[in-house]
């Protein structure tokens, strides 16, 4: 079983949308759940972390942990196109490294 | 200031050549990881380096895979005898500390490999 599994469709939506995104993860031992950004032929960048469960807010974004169902989300609010980007859910199995779903290619039109 | 650099940007090899690819970390970090993004993979982990530890290999896929930290700065990641699908994005990442920060990597932009 994957550490951390994510859906990897494409998500085209119109400019001020929200845009939904989630993962599961399989080990409820697991506590950091972190979600990066990563834009066209470069690398990812850390977007917002989650220690245990819980909400996180920033800006338009939202980071969410349901622990008893081991699911991770991602909420952009009021979508703009300099959102469109590939989003990967993480989370870290051990003291090492990460763990990345495969994420998802989003496109906001303007 | 500087972020994480990777060299080359792009390498188009032969099967069965060497390729050697360099990162260069944010200085003052003493955590630097290897992962690989491929289409239908995602980013795999492939070593971590921290400090003067000796490094966590689980993630290299062979024993044509290794990577080496040189005076706890710049690391490079050597693929012997590659084969077609070792072709991928090669991306280093680096953090403030191991354990306690990791879930905070900075990401360089990559190094696209292709194998023909």
């Known amino acids: 079983q994957k550490e951390v599994e994510q859906d990897p469709g494409p998500l085209s939506v119109p400019e001020g949308a929200i845009v939904s995104l989630n993962c599961t993860y399989s080990?409820?031992?697991?506590?950091?759940f972190m979600w990066y950004r990563q834009y066209s032929r470069k690398g990812p960048e850390l977007l917002m972390y989650?220690?245990?469960?819980g909400n996180k807010e920033d800006g338009r974004f939202t980071a969410q942990v349901d622990k008893s169902s081991k699911y991770i989300s991602l909420f952009i609010r009021d979508s703009q196109p300099s959102d469109s980007a590939t989003y990967l859910c993480?989370?870290?199995?051990?003291?090492?490294?990460?763990?990345f779903g495969k994420g998802n290619q989003v496109v906001v039109i303007p | 200031g500087a972020g994480v650099s990777q060299s080359p940007s792009n390498k188009v090899t032969e099967k069965g050549k060497d390729v050697e690819l360099r990162c260069d970390p944010i200085?003052?970090?003493?955590?630097l990881y290897w992962y690989r993004q491929s289409l239908g993979q995602g980013l795999e982990f492939l070593i971590y380096?921290?400090?003067?530890?000796?490094?966590?290999k689980s993630g290299l896929p062979s024993d044509r895979f290794s990577a080496e930290r040189t005076g706890g700065s710049v690391s490079t990641l050597t693929i012997q005898r590659t084969q077609q699908e070792d072709s991928a994005v090669y991306l280093c990442?680096?953090?403030?500390?191991?354990?306690?920060?990791?879930?905070?990597?900075?990401f360089g932009p990559g190094t696209r490999l292709t194998v023909t």
């Open positions: 080990n409820s031992a697991f506590q950091y």
């Open positions: 993480a989370t870290q199995p051990g003291n090492n490294r990460l763990a």
């Open positions: 200085s003052g970090h003493t955590a």
């Open positions: 380096f921290q400090g003067n530890s000796a490094p966590d």
């Open positions: 989650t220690y245990s469960s």
């Open positions: 990442a680096s953090s403030l500390r191991g354990a306690q920060s990791s879930y905070e990597q900075y």
